[in-house]
């Protein structure tokens, strides 16, 4: 009898687990006595499937059984090496400050047997290929992982050499009518209101949890669940709608980050809200919309209202901006705040991913090098194709490749840091001395560091955008993220600028000094310059040029879509070159630069080229 009434209260609020035995089965399996059949098992499923449900139903099952259970929230892990060693470390109640995995290994081998439980996997994207076959192999076989997400596993899990045989995947679906049924009892509705209700959600565990709040609330429950969203949020205080549209634009919600985009006077009071309702989540450092509810929610403000969007996005990175960025692992937490609320997929993917990606990127390992140099050959000159064959040969560990769902190598990407490039493996590369003039004319400071990033090249695309080179540009950010706060500026190369220009240069990339040339090719150097906030500065700087951008006054008589697609007609981009910079596809953009030239009505690009200099509209 030394618990208290909030304890009852809080147990009895608690939401029950319903229905699941199938794959409740399959995770018990993991808790067997004997040395079970799969070392790692994937949870996957739709947003509001109930995946983080099932997850904890798993960790009080290991505890009864008497299995150590590790904890970990894909939201709250910087997706490097060493925020996830960090987060494990911190979880484990390892005090070293940057731990290595040997440490983590240590502590684990002092227990029996471990369960290890990654929820919201699909953020951690850039780590897949380092866990898979840098860090999961180094555990002791004592230790068997449990990873949720939406998405299936990617295909080099099931294999990869060694794998195979290994994993298991448990696919979450819709609850069936039985246990629909007495999840909405427990919610208070049963008889024809709750089988209405069931009828549309279709045992859908985050749809039956809104219709049922609807319903009590006296209304119509019955529809998708973004009807059922509107329904719900229609039957709120407007203040409360307000907040609730503000954190569909920002990754957590705090009281300043609310008090920052709605004002003073009604901030507090919205906190409280939103921490009440059943869509929201607490967290250690604020509050979490449920994923599904902040994207309807969001897709929707955009549409009905984007400048109230553009708003409350300008107005969080600035509150964001004012602040210091705070020291230690809770850096990372900044850095997704700010990561968030970019539009620009080349950098947002890298976090909060739009889709599944379809190759998965790791480091090169030895038997990759033929593949990696035939892919140079196919693309590069000779001169280029030996001078990768000396960085590869003395500089293998800078290399990584993106391989397709059958294990083979589709694009590779070279990225090493200054200060640990061979000088002369440097020196005897020609397309590198704009960057070493640079840096004897601007050199940084003494704690500054630098990365070079020599090539990237897809198999069919050489290094024009793919599916295969854009998840090499992805994986680059996670080095971003393992080099701030000090990281300052990064160099490359590009042969064709005039494609890669429109997906480069608006996320800050500078033409630096004169095109090389090389066996009759020009190699055009650029440089990145972080700033003196490094990362987290420069993505400040790309979401207020985003939100900037959208406010331009528009060309008379045109929209300001039109006003963008003309801007880069009179910059000489191509239809492809539009569909990259403003995130569309190529189709799409033809379409818009022919409905641009009916409404100027002109016939050629030249001539719409012509009215925007009249107009004052600069090209670019």
Same mark, same amino acid.
Request: charged share 25%; with cysteine; net charge neutral.
């Given at each position: 009898?030394?618990?208290?009434?909030?304890?009852?209260?809080?147990?009895?609020?608690?939401?029950?687990?319903?229905?699941?035995?199938?794959?409740?089965?399959?995770?018990?399996?993991?808790?067997?006595?004997?040395?079970?059949?799969?070392?790692?098992?994937?949870?996957?499923?739709?947003?509001?499937?109930?995946?983080?449900?099932?997850?904890?139903?798993?960790?009080?099952?290991?505890?009864?059984?008497?299995?150590?259970?590790?904890?970990?929230?894909?939201?709250?892990?910087?997706?490097?090496?060493?925020?996830?060693?960090?987060?494990?470390?911190?979880?484990?109640?390892?005090?070293?400050?940057?731990?290595?995995?040997?440490?983590?290994?240590?502590?684990?081998?002092?227990?029996?047997?471990?369960?290890?439980?990654?929820?919201?996997?699909?953020?951690?994207?850039?780590?897949?290929?380092?866990?898979?076959?840098?860090?999961?192999?180094?555990?002791?076989?004592?230790?068997?992982?449990?990873?949720?997400?939406?998405?299936?596993?990617?295909?080099?899990?099931?294999?990869?050499?060694?794998?195979?045989?290994?994993?298991?995947?448990?696919?979450?679906?819709?609850?069936?009518?039985?246990?629909?049924?007495?999840?909405?009892?427990?919610?208070?509705?049963?008889?024809?209101?709750?089988?209405?209700?069931?009828?549309?959600?279709?045992?859908?565990?985050?749809?039956?949890?809104?219709?049922?709040?609807?319903?009590?609330?006296?209304?119509?429950?019955?529809?998708?669940?973004?009807?059922?969203?509107?329904?719900?949020?229609?039957?709120?205080?407007?203040?409360?709608?307000?907040?609730?549209?503000?954190?569909?634009?920002?990754?957590?919600?705090?009281?300043?980050?609310?008090?920052?985009?709605?004002?003073?006077?009604?901030?507090?009071?919205?906190?409280?809200?939103?921490?009440?309702?059943?869509?929201?989540?607490?967290?250690?450092?604020?509050?979490?919309?449920?994923?599904?509810?902040?994207?309807?929610?969001?897709?929707?403000?955009?549409?009905?209202?984007?400048?109230?969007? *553009?708003?409350?996005?300008?107005? %969080? &990175?600035?509150?964001? @901006? /004012? $602040?210091?960025?705070? #020291? +230690? !692992?809770?850096?990372?937490?900044?850095?997704?705040?700010?990561?968030?609320?970019?539009?620009?997929?080349?950098?947002?993917?890298?976090?909060?991913?739009?889709?599944?990606?379809?190759?998965?990127?790791?480091?090169? *390992?030895?038997?990759?090098?033929? %593949? &990696?140099?035939?892919? @140079? /050959? $196919?693309?590069?000159? #000779? +001169? !280029?194709?030996?001078?990768?064959?000396?960085?590869?040969?003395?500089?293998?560990?800078?290399?990584?490749?993106?391989?397709?769902?059958?294990?083979?190598?589709?694009?590779?990407?070279?990225?090493?840091?200054?200060?640990?490039?061979?000088?002369?493996?440097?020196?005897?590369?020609?397309?590198? $001395?704009?960057?070493?003039?640079?840096?004897?004319?601007?050199?940084?400071?003494?704690?500054?560091?630098?990365?070079?990033?020599?090539?990237?090249?897809?198999?069919?695309?050489?290094?024009?955008?793919?599916?295969?080179?854009?998840?090499?540009?992805?994986?680059?950010?996670?080095?971003?993220?393992?080099?701030?706060?000090?990281? $300052?500026?990064?160099?490359?190369?590009?042969?064709?600028?005039?494609?890669?220009?429109?997906?480069?240069?608006?996320?800050?990339?500078?033409?630096?000094?004169?095109?090389?040339?090389?066996?009759?090719?020009?190699?055009?150097?650029?440089?990145?310059?972080?700033?003196?906030?490094?990362?987290?500065?420069?993505?400040?700087?790309?979401?207020?040029?985003?939100?900037?951008?959208?406010?331009?006054?528009?060309?008379?008589?045109?929209?300001?879509?039109?006003?963008?697609?003309?801007?880069?007609?009179?910059?000489?981009?191509?239809?492809?070159?539009?569909?990259?910079?403003?995130?569309?596809?190529?189709?799409?953009?033809?379409?818009?630069?022919?409905?641009?030239?009916?409404?100027?009505?002109?016939?050629?690009?030249?001539?719409?080229?012509?009215?925007?200099?009249?107009?004052?509209?600069?090209?670019?």
């Amino acid at each position: 009898m030394t618990g208290t009434i909030a304890d009852r209260l809080a147990a009895g609020a608690a939401p029950r687990f319903f229905g699941r035995r199938r794959e409740v089965a399959a995770l018990d399996a993991l808790l067997a006595p004997s040395e079970p059949a799969s070392l790692v098992a994937f949870v996957h499923g739709p947003g509001g499937i109930g995946k983080t449900t099932l997850l904890g139903r798993f960790v009080d099952r290991a505890a009864a059984a008497g299995v150590a259970a590790v904890v970990l929230d894909g939201r709250d892990v910087e997706p490097t090496p060493r925020g996830f060693r960090r987060a494990m470390a911190t979880a484990l109640g390892v005090r070293q400050v940057d731990p290595g995995t040997a440490d983590i290994v240590r502590v684990l081998r002092e227990h029996v047997r471990t369960v290890l439980v990654v929820d919201t996997y699909e953020v951690l994207g850039l780590l897949d290929g380092w866990l898979r076959t840098r860090f999961l192999p180094a555990l002791p076989t004592s230790v068997v992982t449990v990873i949720a997400g939406r998405d299936r596993p990617a295909a080099a899990w099931h294999t990869a050499a060694g794998w195979t045989g290994l994993v298991a995947e448990v696919r979450l679906d819709a609850l069936d009518e039985v246990d629909a049924s007495a999840m909405l009892r427990h919610r208070g509705l049963d008889g024809d209101a709750a089988r209405r209700l069931n009828a549309f959600a279709r045992g859908h565990p985050l749809a039956l949890e809104l219709g049922a709040a609807v319903a009590r609330a006296g209304a119509d429950g019955t529809a998708v669940l973004p009807e059922l969203l509107d329904a719900f949020l229609g039957g709120l205080p407007a203040a409360t709608v307000t907040a609730v549209e503000a954190a569909s634009t920002v990754r957590r919600v705090t009281e300043p980050v609310l008090r920052a985009m709605v004002g003073d006077e009604h901030a507090g009071a919205a906190f409280g809200a939103l921490r009440a309702l059943p869509i929201t989540e607490v967290a250690q450092d604020g509050l979490l919309l449920h994923d599904v509810v902040r994207d309807t929610v969001g897709r929707e403000l955009a549409m009905r209202d984007p400048d109230a969007r *553009r708003g409350y996005r300008q107005r %969080a &990175v600035r509150h964001y @901006a /004012a $602040r210091p960025a705070p #020291p +230690g !692992g809770r850096l990372w937490q900044y850095t997704a705040d700010l990561m968030f609320l970019i539009e620009n997929p080349v950098v947002r993917d890298a976090c909060f991913p739009s889709a599944r990606p379809e190759h998965s990127v790791e480091p090169a *390992r030895a038997h990759d090098g033929p %593949a &990696v140099l035939a892919i @140079a /050959a $196919r693309h590069e000159t #000779p +001169g !280029g194709v030996r001078a990768l064959t000396r960085w590869w040969d003395r500089h293998p560990e800078t290399f990584a490749v993106a391989r397709g769902a059958d294990g083979a190598v589709a694009a590779f990407v070279q990225v090493v840091e200054l200060a640990a490039a061979a000088p002369d493996v440097l020196a005897a590369d020609p397309v590198t $001395r704009p960057w070493r003039e640079h840096l004897v004319a601007s050199p940084p400071g003494p704690d500054d560091r630098v990365l070079l990033m020599r090539r990237w090249l897809g198999r069919d695309s050489g290094e024009l955008r793919s599916a295969a080179v854009s998840a090499c540009w992805l994986d680059v950010k996670r080095v971003y993220m393992e080099l701030r706060p000090r990281l $300052r500026r990064l160099y490359s190369t590009v042969v064709d600028l005039a494609e890669l220009g429109p997906v480069f240069l608006p996320l800050g990339f500078a033409p630096v000094g004169d095109p090389v040339v090389v066996e009759g090719v020009a190699h055009q150097a650029v440089v990145l310059d972080f700033g003196p906030r490094s990362v987290d500065g420069w993505l400040a700087g790309l979401v207020e040029a985003e939100t900037e951008a959208g406010t331009q006054a528009p060309a008379a008589g045109l929209s300001p879509r039109e006003t963008q697609v003309l801007r880069l007609v009179a910059g000489g981009c191509s239809n492809r070159a539009i569909g990259s910079t403003l995130h569309i596809s190529e189709r799409t953009a033809s379409r818009h630069v022919s409905n641009l030239l009916l409404k100027l009505g002109v016939r050629t690009r030249t001539e719409a080229a012509r009215i925007a200099a009249e107009r004052g509209i600069t090209g670019g």
